[in-house]
């Protein structure tokens, strides 16, 4: 009698229903499989508790493009008889330190796309299953664009989301500092100083900043007190709203902007020292 090699054993098996394995462990199992190479590499499985699936996720951005797979995935899931009670997936965010890199022989697809598109044959196992997916899930990251900053997949080139709103936040932060300590250099000005700034979101923080420091002049009108803050919010505003220069700045250009009731306000506090 002959022994099979261990390799070809274990290349044969497959997961049956009469067992009891922990879902978990199943899952873990299975994840590379269903996912990826590229997504198990940068998510781990938490718990199943319930019908929940728990998957920590290195960032917002790989939760966002997972949750895009998530019918493909549980499909994959519910190939486990373990795992058939799985109905979604939750993500959480945290740090995921990198595992040992599988072999290409390990991980390569054994399906071409003609027969993606076919059924399934009865007697095809859960590992047939889980292949295929795989297949279809890798093929649809290869088509994708990446984040510019991340690398995570998207649809178009450029930023994702998530990247998308950090670099609109460092931009419009840098023009409000610019707005407030160089009002007079206008868009031309900051737009050299400012990458990607467009006239529109020029404009737009410009009309939200004089309406902000509007009702905070206002306030000292109301009081009749006025500090530090006030007048060099006082100040910007003017250049801001005018467009001038700070030196063909005058005190009529002041009274046509602020009134004369604020304008007489400031200038008799600034004849003080002010707290």
């Known amino acids: 009698m002959s022994l099979r090699p261990l390799r070809s054993a274990l290349a044969s098996w497959s997961p049956k229903g009469g067992g009891r394995t922990d879902p978990l462990a199943a899952a873990a199992v299975a994840w590379p499989a269903i996912v990826g190479k590229a997504i198990a590499e940068n998510t781990r499985l938490l718990s199943v508790a319930g019908d929940t699936l728990v998957v920590m996720t290195r960032s917002g951005a790989w939760s ?120 007079w250099l206008r868009y031309a000005g900051m737009a050299s100083l400012v990458d990607g700034l467009e006239q529109e979101a020029y404009e737009r923080c410009r009309r939200a900043l004089l309406g902000r420091w509007w009702e905070i002049l206002s306030r000292s009108r109301w009081t009749k007190r006025v500090t530090t803050l006030e007048r060099r919010v006082a100040s910007s505003y003017v250049l801001l709203q005018s467009g001038l220069e700070p030196d063909r700045v005058t005190p009529t250009v002041v009274r046509n902007l602020l009134g004369d009731e604020l304008a007489a306000l400031l200038d008799r506090f600034s004849q003080h020292d002010i707290p």
Do not use: K
Not at 99 to 119: C, I, T
């Open 64 to 183: 966002q493009q997972l949750s895009l797979l998530v019918d493909q995935v549980l499909q994959g899931l519910h190939r486990f008889p373990e795992l058939q009670s799985v109905a979604r997936l939750r993500f959480r965010v945290g740090t995921i330190a990198p595992r040992r890199h599988r072999r290409a022989s390990e991980v390569r697809a054994v399906h071409r796309p003609a027969e993606a598109l076919q059924p399934l044959p009865d007697d095809a196992t859960a590992r047939d299953a889980l292949e295929r997916l795989r297949w279809g899930i890798v093929q649809r990251q290869r088509a994708r664009s990446h984040c510019q900053a991340c690398g995570a997949a998207r649809d178009e080139p450029g930023l994702c989301g998530p990247c998308t709103t950090a670099d609109e936040g460092r931009r419009t932060a840098l023009l409000q500092r610019l707005m407030y300590d160089a009002p």
